[in-house]
């Protein structure tokens, strides 16, 4: 190699393989500032770009997973109101059958009618109050049920259907007028609650029936949704322990480099002894 004052070789060189390993240091430290070995196009454009469409499937399927929260929620809150009109239902059928006693007077007949009356509006109360975020399943509002997302697509959806136990409706046949003022009366009543002790219990299988399909449902949008976050994971998250020990490596080989690239500068002083005489 011949020596010049004015070209170096070996300097430009020793610089080049110096910026080249300046640039593997600050991307092994890039991939331990964010902990990802993919964190943009230009580390892998193919890569990226699938890692990108699995991350908005998931954002998509969290919305799924709020929808499927929300519907069972809902449906809690109408399986403790609905079982909770069983049990007044059972407490009328008591008072009912009570009433049907021709041997007791006026008085504790009048009692019976009361009690049976405040049950009928405690019915009433828990129709008002079994709603969650704006829905109610009881009431009688939500005569097609409602439809919840069931893919990332929202092309699908899963429905909680209604049950309207409303009374004097199809499921709680008592009259909103029922009395237990004679033993006439009561023996209608006693049937109108043994038919609608059947109907809300019927009607509460269905309802439990929806609601175990749709935490079915939720159930497997979480596992999905956690194996596709798994997916990104593979494709994108950077190993650090690896990176750690690269990195080590590299600093020692810049440090060899900064060595070399002084060596190579110090070259031109060869020249000066030539001519030292």
Known sequence: MALSVH????????????????????????????????????????????????????????????????????????????????????????????????????????????????????????LNNAEFDGANLLDGSQTNGIAFLADADATRSVTLGGQNMSISGSIVTLANNASLGTVTLSANVLTAIQTSLDNVNQALANLGSDLKKIEAHRTFVGKLTDSLTKGVGNLVDADLAKESARLQALQVKQQLGVQALSIANSEPQIILNLFGG
């Open 7 to 126: 070209t170096n070789t070996s300097a430009m060189i020793a610089l080049q393989n110096l910026n080249k390993t300046n640039e593997d240091i600050q991307g092994v430290q890039n991939r331990i500032n964010t902990g990802l070995k993919v964190a943009g196009a230009k580390d892998n454009s193919s890569v990226y770009a699938v890692a990108q469409g699995m991350r908005s499937d998931i954002g998509a399927y969290g919305s799924v997973s709020s929808s499927l929260d929300r519907a069972v929620s809902i449906g809690d809150v109408a399986m403790a109101a609905g079982e909770s009109i069983s049990d007044l239902l059972i407490q009328m059928r008591e008072k009912a059958t009570a009433a049907l006693d021709p041997s007791i007077d006026t008085f504790s007949r009048q009692a019976y009618d009361s009690d049976f009356k405040q049950l009928l509006d405690q019915v009433r109360v828990v």
